[in-house]
């Protein structure tokens, strides 16, 4: 299991890099994380190992 949880609408982003993401949630019986993003103007919806995302605000350092 994910040691981070994410409540539906948080923004998470691959920790392997990417497109900021909106998690929707997460598989029932598995711990795969369903996400949605759109490239360009279509929407696109992945299913992805929980534990490969991150929150999004973890890239900001210092905003304001």
Known sequence: MSDQTFEPGALVKLKSGGPV???SHTE???DNAV???FDGTTHK???VPSTSLKAADEDISGAA
């Open 21 to 23: 993401m909106t998690f």
């Open 28 to 30: 029932y019986m598995s």
């Open 35 to 37: 996400c949605d993003y």
């Open 45 to 47: 919806q992945i299913k």
